[in-house]
């Protein structure tokens, strides 16, 4: 079980270079089944989420070939169209494999995390929207069966802005015949990214980025070039480190037009944020002072800042409450590890509370998930002692090098396994 071993080492300062967004080249790799031919994809993350979309990939006998952040993918006639359990369960994104190969091979096999369960299913939207365009499903042994003839243009209206169905239904309606609408779509600058390579492939998609996606059905697509976003999670953990540690820092390649609200956030409770040429300035010096957070859809504060805006919270002056709207299950796990190293959080249902203490202790704890683990080692940066964040491996999913770029700070972290 690898661990990350972090002390506290004072204010950070230097130039921090931001990877591609994780949330985009995932969907971005999906969209190469759409078009046979050689893909060229930029500024992909070297992280681990993408190497199981790669695996996924490679499964159904579609190449991928990384050179640096530089990946190829070859996409050929012979592709066998199912995602099988052993990737999906490391990775639920794995979903947005299913709109883009009902549209180009009529039917798909994709497992269902879950396995039967017919609950509230996280996939339902992508479900009732492709239905809406003509497919046909069923479920056995946990896998989805999907089958269509043709899918056709027609109105989705989602129950809500979610980003992985808004990209499922986008890839499915680019071959689809007619056109297609999606209202109440998500508005995430993934989405206009992915919507951007489509229309480089030849499809004809307007109002990506907005709440209103309208798609021209073509019939055949082609591969290209495209060069990933960067990551703005990956840039706003960075104004947060920030934040905690104090010091100042140039992040490059961020992008602030994408971070509009978090960084006002951040801004409030007493971080500096200027526009670079390269990117962002971040400074900080002094306590941070408490304010409530209430995440939303985009472009609200995304729930994936959430953890790093508790950790601030946790440290700053006064009292700060903090309202999950988005993900109501199991969204405050990483909590009771933050309280471990002294931190003052009362939850309740989808509320924490959160009093700010002058310091905290280093403690072993545990990451639960991805964002946790990153905020728990933030945390370290200025806690007594040494803190283990053990699970480690969960920050790989989303972050290239995390710990070598936080050294890079002037940070003492170590990976330890």
């Known amino acids: 079980m690898d661990s990350l071993v972090v002390r506290p080492s004072g204010p950070l300062s230097g130039t921090v270079r931001v990877s591609g967004a994780k949330n985009s080249a995932l969907k971005l790799l999906a969209a190469t089944v759409l078009a046979q031919g050689d893909f060229v994809l930029h500024n992909v993350p070297r992280i681990a989420d993408v190497e199981v979309m790669c695996d996924l990939l ?31 369960e490391r990775m639920r994104a794995s979903i947005v494999v299913l709109g883009p190969l009902l549209a180009r091979f009529g039917r798909a096999r994709v497992s269902m995390p879950g396995g039967d369960n017919f609950g509230t299913r996280p996939i339902d939207m992508h479900l009732l929207g492709l239905e809406k365009m003509g497919a046909s499903f069923d479920v056995h042994h946990g896998y989805i069966e999907a089958s269509c003839d043709r899918l056709l243009g027609t109105r989705v209206v989602l129950e809500f802005p979610s980003h992985t169905a808004t990209d499922n239904l986008l890839m499915a309606a680019v071959l689809a015949k007619g056109t297609t609408i999606v209202e ?21 998609v307007s109002g990506a980025g907005t709440s209103t996606i309208e798609v021209e059905g073509v019939d055949e697509l082609t591969a290209v070039e495209h060069t990933t976003i960067p990551d703005r999670i990956e840039a706003a953990t960075w104004v947060a480190a920030v934040g905690i ?11 602030p037009d994408h971070m509009d609200m ?14 670079s040429r390269s990117g962002l300035w971040a400074s900080c010096s002094g306590r941070l002072q408490s304010t409530d957070v209430a995440t939303l859809p985009y472009p609200g504060i995304a729930t994936d800042y959430k953890p790093l805006l508790v950790t601030m919270l946790a440290m700053a002056e006064g009292v700060g409450i903090v309202t999950e709207n988005v993900f109501r299950d199991n969204r405050f796990a990483y909590v009771a590890e933050l309280m471990r190293m002294g931190a003052d959080i009362r939850t309740e ?32 940066l200025v806690a007594e002692g040494e803190t283990e964040v053990q699970d480690a491996s969960h920050i790989d ?21």
């Not at 998500?186 to 489509?198: F, S």
């Not at 924490?352 to 639960?368: D, E, F, Q, T, Y």
């Not at 989303?398 to 990976?415: I, M, N, S």
């Open 184 to 204: 109440n779509a998500a508005r995430e600058p993934e989405v206009a990214d992915l919507a951007a390579m489509l229309n480089r492939m030849g499809a004809r």
């Open 245 to 255: 540690a104090g010091g100042e820092v140039t992040i490059e390649a961020a992008r």
């Open 58 to 88: 490679v499964s159904m006998g579609i190449d991928t070939r990384r050179s640096g952040t530089d990946l190829s993918v070859h996409c050929g006639s012979d592709i066998v169209p199912e995602a099988p359990y052993e990737l999906v």
């Open 262 to 275: 978090v960084i006002q956030k951040m801004g409030v409770m007493g971080v500096r944020v200027s526009p």
């Open 397 to 417: 999913r989303g972050y290239d090098d995390f710990a070598g770029k936080l050294r890079g700070l002037g940070a003492e972290v170590e990976r330890r396994r």
């Open 349 to 380: 249902g989808h509320h924490a509370v959160v009093r700010g203490v002058p310091r905290l202790s280093g403690a072993r704890v545990k990451a639960h998930d991805l964002r946790a683990g990153v905020a728990l080692a933030l945390a370290g």
